[in-house]
Structure formats: structure tokens, C-alpha cells
């Protein structure tokens, strides 16, 4: 099985943002809300991110993200 709702069901949501309330803080609640287990990954600064960026397997890496 794959596809989101299997990767919810295994606790393997990751949510990437910066380390402030913005766009995220939305999917952070419907996650907490639904029960949902997940990872929250924040970024404390520029140069963090820019580490992280290039090894995310999307075409169009953006923050917030949110892999499965």
C-alpha cells in the first residue's frame, strides 16, 4: 500500500518549516487534531534549510513541506 493516508496510518509525516507560527502552523493542527504522529522538522536558520533543500525528492522544494 502506498499514498498518504498508509504513511499516516505508519507515522511517517514529516513537516518541514521555519521555527515560527506561519504557514505551517495549519497542517500542524489538523495533524495534532486528527491524531496523527509526525515529525516536526524546523528550521532555525537560512543556511539549515539550504542543507536540506537539494535532498528533498521534489521537483519544486518549498517551505513548508510535507513528505511521506
Known amino acids: 500500500r502506498e499514498g498518504l493516508l498508509f504513511a499516516m ?3 511517517k509525516i ?4 521555519h521555527n515560527i507560527r506561519g504557514l505551517a502552523h495549519a497542517l500542524r493542527a489538523m495533524l495534532v ?9 524546523l528550521f532555525h536558520s537560512w543556511d539549515e534549510w539550504m542543507g536540506v533543500k537539494p535532498t528533498l525528492n521534489s521537483p519544486f ?3 513548508p513541506y510535507l513528505e511521506h
Not at 14 to 17: E, R, S, T
Not at 33 to 41: I, Q
Request: glycine share 16%; aromatic share 16%; charged share 15%.
Open 9 to 11: 496510518s505508519q507515522g
Open 14 to 17: 514529516v513537516l518541514g518549516y
Open 33 to 41: 487534531y486528527a491524531g496523527v504522529s509526525f515529525e516536526d522538522k
Open 61 to 63: 522544494p518549498n517551505l
